[in-house]
């Protein structure tokens, strides 16, 4: 049975993320691939491009979501999103609210390149009700059930709209209620939710058995250790066409113009 950890960091910046003991974990839990992205760092740019240059040495073992800052790198998601692409052959968006909450900017990105956006909302899960509804073409990961602080009246509040959006999802990482776990995969299904770790400062073969102790049928169990991961990953659009480009760099040509952020930024 094919192990994708789809949620991992690495980086040696701001804020460290090594790999050294994730990996001998991951190997012992039978973890076959990893989808990497970095840590929280000041400058994603070269953040993806660290992550992407192991990426790109063991393409067969690592894939990766290119992280950015919707506030701080305003203007320029296309142009990083599309090297992440093309160079690293990147296959997601992440955003964190802790750096700013994510914008139409980020939106229309992933969708012009045909990319889940796993968007940790820290525990703001109306939100995600509107990013499910403005982009019904997007699919939006929600990692920890929505809190990774482990805010049961978030997690709660989040599984109905698992339920009832087909593009949202979520992943196992760092869910700390087990109840909470098992109804979300009850009332949404197994093809809303994928295997995670949060690694590498949670350990794999924990998170792991999380999911084992979900006791789902052979099919169900092998969406959620690969599946949905490979099925979310596996549209990406290298090259979208020359009138969604147009019209994403207007916007970004624009957005750098005024001295006004984006309105979700600000508002929501």
């Known amino acids: 049975m094919l192990l994708i950890d789809s949620h991992c960091h690495y980086g040696p910046w701001d804020t460290r993320a090594p790999l050294d003991k994730y990996l001998v974990w991951a190997r012992e839990a039978g973890i076959q691939r990893i989808n990497l992205f970095a840590a929280f760092h000041s400058d994603y740019a070269r953040a993806n491009r660290e992550v992407g240059t192991l990426v790109r040495r063991d393409p067969r073992r690592f894939s990766g979501f290119a992280f950015v800052n919707a506030a701080a790198d305003r203007g320029r998601i296309y142009a990083m999103v599309r090297e992440a692409v093309l160079r690293f052959g990147f296959k997601g968006i992440k955003v964190h609210r802790y750096d700013a909450r994510i914008s139409r900017e980020v939106c229309e990105v992933a969708q012009a390149f045909r990319l889940p956006v796993l968007y940790d909302v820290m525990g703001e899960v109306a939100l995600v009700e509107l990013l499910a509804t403005e982009y019904p073409k997007v699919n939006f990961i929600i990692p920890h059930l929505g809190s990774f602080a482990d805010d049961w009246k978030a997690q709660l509040a989040f599984i109905p709209m698992l339920e009832r959006h087909p593009n949202v999802y979520t992943d196992t990482s760092g869910v700390r209620r087990f109840d909470l ?36 049928p052979p099919r169900a169990l092998q969406m959620v250790l690969a599946g949905n991961f490979l099925r979310l990953t596996g549209q990406v659009r290298r090259r979208p066409n020359t009138i969604t480009i147009r019209a994403i760099r207007e916007k970004q040509r624009l957005i750098t113009q005024s001295e006004t952020s984006d309105p979700w930024i600000s508002s929501l």
């Not at 776990?181 to 949404?188: C, D, I, K, S, T």
């Open 181 to 216: 776990l098992e109804m979300a995969v009850q009332r949404a299904g197994p093809h809303k939710v994928l295997f995670g770790s949060d690694g590498p400062w949670l350990h794999p073969g924990v998170e792991l058995e999380k999911v084992y102790a979900l006791k789902l």
